[in-house]
């Protein structure tokens, strides 16, 4: 019998992290697994929401807060293995889903799919890109705050921030730990082009009022993040 869909399961999650006026974040566990994930909320220009990483289905009063400042209209799933809970997610908020075109086919075996990152209605102040030097084709995120005057970098798997004590036994042994880094899995099984990435992790360095790298997995970085960039790209 083919599998049934996972429905909405409200797993365990911290509270709203509120980053700027347009960005907030959420961060809960991956369910079955001893990692942590994020989920990131943007308001856009038109007040709409966009949602980025992997969606996280959140308890009733959080679920309220976040429709109450925004209209939800857009979820960017980074990649196929991120989709554990983006179609009943999608569902209960309305959502459009958008993905990198690499992954479509696995994609819309699971959801319906309104387009790729090509696809997703432009914003000034929000720039969705794929990742240069990478198989999976997942994005990157740039939010600008405050008139533009400070900019937060949102990434997905390409970088980790991953706290020893977050990770379960496995991920330490498998080197999750410590960062912004590229982990060893993730070089392993999806980048091809090691000086693509380092030069876009530069270019990325050098964005006009950068302010805070924040990744998917892990902890944020909201001092010296052009330096956690450089030394990230370095290490590859």
Known sequence: MPKQPRPWIVTS??????????????????????????????????????????????????????????RPAIL????????????????????????????????????????????????????????AGVKNGEPAVIVKSDGGRRVSLLVSDVLQNNSKESLGLLPRIMGFGGGPKVVPVFRMMFLKDKGALKRQLAEWAALPGLSRLVPCHGDGVTSGAAAALKAAAAAI
């Open 13 to 70: 999650h911290d509270p709203l992290e509120k980053l700027e006026d347009n960005l907030w974040a959420v961060q809960g566990d991956v369910p079955g697994i001893p990692f942590k994930r994020r989920m990131f909320i943007i308001k856009r220009s038109d007040g709409t929401l966009m949602f980025f990483g992997m969606a996280i289905p959140l308890e009733e009063g959080l679920l309220a807060e976040v429709t109450a400042w925004g």
């Open 76 to 131: 960017v799933v980074t990649h196929d293995q991120h989709m554990i809970d983006a179609r009943p997610f999608a569902e209960r908020l309305g959502l459009k889903i958008y993905g990198p075109k690499p992954c479509e086919a696995k994609m819309r075996a699971r959801a319906d799919i309104a387009g790729m990152l090509e696809d997703v209605p432009p914003d000034p102040n929000v720039l969705v890109m794929p990742v």
